[in-house]
């Protein structure tokens, strides 16, 4: 479910959000997954890999909260390696609020 909506962002670690993105190269395309603070617009943590799965997210998220404070939430869209069991885990034993853009809602997470 969309949680920050209308929601007031006021400091740094308040929201999260994460995407990947698709980078063509030759001979065929690679994956970015990235994490950045809602309120600061910091990227906290990035990996490139060719493979769009958990291990990527994990590793980006896992890289992110060693590094910095916990965030209260963490917005992602609903894809599979957001929905993850491994993913989801993590966040709830954190105490982190989960939020999900509303399927085929692209612009909710358009701050990444």
């Known amino acids: 479910m969309y949680k920050i909506q209308g929601l007031n ?4 670690n308040h929201v999260w959000s994460t995407d990947i993105t698709y980078i063509k190269i ?3 395309m690679v994956y970015m997954a990235a994490i950045i603070d809602w309120h600061s617009k910091a ?3 990035h990996r490139i890999s060719n493979t769009m799965d958990s291990q990527l997210v994990m590793s980006v ?3 992110a909260l060693e590094k910095h404070p916990h965030p209260e939430i963490f917005n ?3 894809g599979s390696q957001y929905t993850s069991e491994i993913h989801t885990k993590r966040l ?8 999900m853009d509303g399927k085929g809602r692209a612009t909710d997470n358009s701050c990444i």
């Open 43 to 45: 990227v906290l943590s």
């Open 92 to 99: 709830k034993d954190l105490g982190i609020t989960i939020s």
């Open 76 to 78: 992602t869209d609903q």
């Open 26 to 28: 030759a001979g065929g």
């Open 61 to 63: 998220l896992n890289d």
């Open 9 to 12: 962002i006021s400091h740094a």
